[in-house]
């Protein structure tokens, strides 16, 4: 079984419709998107190219990351996409956790690693926002790269990107970090609990999620 950091998302949103996606191939119905944040975080990504192998300003200033830079390491490519990125994790029976970085902030000195990951989002995040979505995120990218001998740092930067008037009827963006504390171990526990979801039965609907009703409607219990 491969899964993805997406897929634990899911597992840990909703049991049952992680199931039903992994084992009867019942995916979350899936809306029209707009391609404009994608391309908003494409072209912001692209912008901080310039600052490989030094940092971009907002972090720069910050006197938690001194001494690291934008990893610059020739394997970045191949670590940003999930096919070749050679960091992930297997357990005894074969199954993984696949996924890619964003990028990665670098300790020369130290040789220390840390996640990095760049974030979208409609207004100004907080500190609680960011660990509520995003923790489990740090803490399996941390893994990765513990199993790939990497020495890590005692944290992992979410930098955020939001939009703000300008004042002249465009639009500008603000950017802010926010720090995590890696639990690495965790990682470990999203990975079991979500193999076991899989072996075991259908879970039951839950009543925060609004796929279940779907699902019920589906007549889905029969599995």
Same mark, same amino acid.
């Given at each position: 079984?491969?899964?993805?950091?997406?897929?634990?998302?899911?597992?840990?949103?909703?049991?049952?419709?992680?199931?039903?996606?992994?084992?009867?191939?019942?995916?979350?119905?899936?809306?029209?998107?707009?391609?404009?944040?994608?391309?908003?975080?494409?072209?912001?990504?692209?912008? +901080?190219?310039?600052?490989?192998?030094? +940092?971009?300003?907002?972090?720069?200033?910050?006197?938690?990351?001194?001494?690291?830079?934008?990893?610059?390491?020739?394997?970045?490519?191949?670590?940003?996409?999930?096919?070749?990125?050679?960091? =992930?994790?297997?357990?005894? =029976?074969?199954?993984?956790?696949?996924?890619?970085?964003?990028?990665?902030?670098?300790?020369?000195?130290?040789? !220390?690693?840390?996640?990095?990951?760049?974030? !979208?989002?409609?207004?100004?995040?907080?500190?609680?926002? &960011?660990?509520?979505?995003?923790?489990?995120?740090?803490?399996?990218? !941390?893994?990765?790269?513990?199993?790939? &001998?990497?020495?890590?740092?005692?944290?992992?930067?979410? +930098?955020?990107?939001?939009?703000?008037?300008?004042?002249?009827?465009?639009?500008?963006? =603000?950017?802010?970090?926010?720090? +995590? !504390?890696?639990?690495?171990?965790?990682?470990?526990?999203?990975?079991?609990?979500?193999?076991?979801?899989?072996? &075991?039965?259908?879970?039951?609907?839950?009543?925060?999620?609004?796929?279940? &009703?779907?699902?019920?409607?589906?007549?889905?219990?029969?599995?």
């Amino acid at each position: 079984m491969q899964l993805s950091y997406s897929a634990l998302s899911t597992q840990k949103d909703c049991p049952r419709c992680f199931w039903l996606d992994r084992n009867k191939k019942l995916g979350r119905p899936q809306g029209i998107k707009s391609g404009v944040p994608g391309a908003v975080d494409n072209i912001l990504k692209d912008g +901080l190219e310039q600052y490989r192998g030094s +940092l971009p300003p907002i972090l720069a200033a910050d006197l938690r990351l001194e001494g690291f830079v934008l990893y610059a390491g020739t394997d970045l490519p191949k670590m940003r996409h999930w096919k070749s990125n050679p960091y =992930k994790m297997k357990d005894e =029976k074969g199954n993984i956790i696949v996924g890619a970085f964003d990028d990665l902030l670098h300790h020369p000195g130290a040789d !220390t690693y840390a996640y990095l990951d760049y974030k !979208t989002t409609g207004k100004e995040p907080s500190q609680e926002f &960011g660990e509520r979505y995003y923790q489990s995120q740090c803490d399996i990218y !941390t893994r990765f790269l513990l199993l790939g &001998g990497k020495k890590v740092a005692s944290f992992g930067v979410l +930098l955020f990107f939001w939009p703000v008037s300008n004042g002249n009827g465009s639009v500008d963006f =603000k950017t802010m970090p926010i720090f +995590l !504390t890696p639990n690495p171990d965790n990682a470990e526990v999203l990975f079991k609990k979500a193999i076991e979801c899989l072996e &075991g039965p259908i879970p039951d609907a839950s009543n925060d999620c609004e796929y279940c &009703g779907r699902h019920n409607a589906l007549n889905l219990n029969g599995f």
